[in-house]
């Protein structure tokens, strides 16, 4: 990326991006000046700290929020303190100059700051043995057996070829994890479905049928009792379904967007419904699993079975990929043609690279944190199953993965109806009336709020738009046991996301006993928990014991 990003910028062929470093030279030597200025500002302050000189008032103000530097070392040692306040000061004329530069479009601008943002995180004195007073500190303690330690870590991360975070003897799935109880009731090529043990006397008349993404295994959802989705809803008296996706291998190669609607998601629809014998089944489809569910929704409208689906729940799903976030920094058609290349042979991308891609999104927090705990400081693994599900990757079907990019997120087609096509059917998500309970996390970098919004303006059915607190996944998985983070509803509804946040209304905690509320509101049906409620006792009979095996296989 950062070798695509250069050749961009410097191509003097190329008029809509012309050579930069001298566009303005009155700009450029202002900028020099100011970081002149800046420097001398700091090294008095450094050499005469009795009296430290006024800094100019456009100094980069200490990073107090700043993880790396939190110890106490890098402001009691002056050295130290130097060499932190040097760094954060060219870190930010770094960022300053990205911003100054002219002839740039937005998304080349949003691009080169992305990509100078990885390098000065990547050059942190932090990361770097002579560098860090802490590593110099524990290398001292330890006579170097921190630094042997740490290089057998990272001896074993090249040897698998990923990154570790937590300690890989920790979990184990349907141990300590992915436990709750439940039976594999269907197998496909393409997924197994998961019927859940029910906990109480009754439950609701409509089931509820939850498609995870299948980027990453579907435990998500399910990581212990206490902050299991799958074992709440079970016990808020619901019959619940998983999909489990296969992770992909060679027999995968002609798999499609079509086949993940069709042999998966409309296929579990229709065995959920003829084993239970209802008429319709709840849905929730997580990230690109959601994306996939409105194109289900749409495609079973326009066949005439909108029926099928009594509710649709989107976790922090898009459709309209204009605001997508960083990870479109990743999609040009350089870079699409180079994940080609890594899957011609096998017909599937090994998941260690989507594994990397979302690291390198958090690449302070995901990479470089565990650069100098793990190969510096030689700490070992904390157990953390959020972590351990984050490092268990799943492979993606080469010719899924390259349309997927392709047409969605760089050429956004899901959001113009007609032109995305499922089935040979066009896809209109306006003919979705279906009601729908779309979730967002505040702060997700994965599918932005601004992007999750824009779903709402797609369906024309009832819509309960939900704002939580936290991010991709801890907005997700927030059991109200926890009593953590929030979420904003609006009532009214609003047209804009600034409208919705304008008069929104704050509740502490978690979302999901909302989102049950809402649910047993469209049908507050009850029935015996007997006969196919029970895993296996209807006319699937039970294959294995949940997780399965699918979720198993790498």
């Known amino acids: 990326m950062m070798e695509h990003l250069s050749a961009m910028t410097g191509t003097t062929d190329a008029p809509s991006v012309p050579p930069f470093p001298m566009q303005d030279p009155a700009r450029f030597l202002r900028a020099q000046a100011e970081f002149w200025q800046d420097g001398m500002a700091l090294w008095q302050r450094f050499l005469t700290p009795a009296a430290p000189a006024a800094a100019p008032t456009d100094t980069p103000a200490p990073k107090s929020g700043d993880r790396r530097f939190a110890a106490p070392q890098w402001r009691d040692n002056p050295v130290f303190d130097l060499i932190r306040q040097s760094y954060l000061m060219a870190t930010d004329h770094l960022l300053k100059g990205v911003d100054q530069l002219t002839g740039l479009d937005d998304r080349q601008r949003a691009k080169l700051r992305f990509a100078t943002t990885a390098f000065a995180d990547a050059m942190s004195p932090t990361n770097f043995a002579l560098t860090n007073p802490l590593v110099l500190e524990k290398t001292i303690e330890t006579r170097g057996q921190n630094l042997v330690k740490g290089l057998e870590h990272m001896l074993a991360d090249i040897g698998r070829g990923q990154l570790t975070h937590t300690d890989p003897t920790a979990f184990e799935i349907g141990r300590n994890i992915a436990m709750t109880p439940g039976k594999v009731v269907k197998e496909t090529p393409l997924y197994q479905l998961i019927q859940y043990t029910p906990t109480t006397d009754t439950v609701a008349a409509t089931p509820l049928l939850i498609f995870p993404p299948w980027i990453n295994r579907f435990y998500i959802l399910d990581l212990n009792a206490e902050k299991s989705f799958i074992r709440w809803a079970v016990e808020q008296g619901l019959t619940v379904f998983v999909v489990s996706w ?309």
């Open 246 to 554: 296969k992770s992909a291998d060679a027999t995968m190669v002609d798999v499609t967007m079509d086949d993940y609607v069709l042999r998966g998601q409309v296929d579990a629809i229709d065995t959920v419904r003829d084993l239970l014998g209802v008429p319709a089944v709840h849905t929730i489809g997580y990230c690109v699993a959601g994306t996939a569910l409105a194109c289900t929704l749409a495609l079973l409208t326009e066949r005439g079975r909108a029926d099928s689906v009594a509710s649709a729940t989107f976790f922090t799903a898009q459709v309209d990929f204009e605001q997508a976030g960083e990870l479109t920094m990743f999609i040009d058609d350089e870079q699409l043609a180079m994940l080609g290349k890594l899957s011609a042979e096998t017909g599937y991308l090994d998941g260690r690279y989507m594994a990397l891609t979302f690291n390198l999104l958090r690449g302070r927090d995901l990479i470089w944190n565990y650069v100098v705990n793990n190969y510096l400081l030689g700490q070992d693994y904390p157990p953390f199953d959020l972590l351990h599900w984050n490092g268990d990757t799943t492979n993606l079907p080469a010719k899924w993965h390259q349309a997927y990019l392709t047409d969605l997120y760089r050429d956004n087609k899901l959001a113009r109806a007609g032109e995305y096509v499922v089935d040979g059917t066009p896809i209109d998500l306006s003919v979705i009336r279906t009601p729908a309970y779309v979730q967002a996390g505040k702060e997700d970098h994965i599918a932005p709020v601004e992007s999750v919004f824009k779903l709402t303006r797609h369906l024309s059915g009832p819509v309960r738009f939900v704002l939580a607190g936290s991010g991709h996944i801890a907005g997700v998985v927030n059991p109200p046991s926890a009593q953590k983070y929030q979420y904003w509803v609006n009532e009214a509804g609003a047209e804009t996301l600034d409208a919705f946040v304008a008069d929104a209304v704050e509740t502490r905690g978690s979302w999901w006993p909302d989102w049950r509320a809402w649910i047993g509101a469209l049908d507050p049906e009850t029935v015996p928990a007997v006969g196919a409620r029970i895993p296996g006792g209807g006319v699937l009979p039970a294959i294995e014991d949940a997780p399965g095996r699918y979720v198993r296989t790498r």
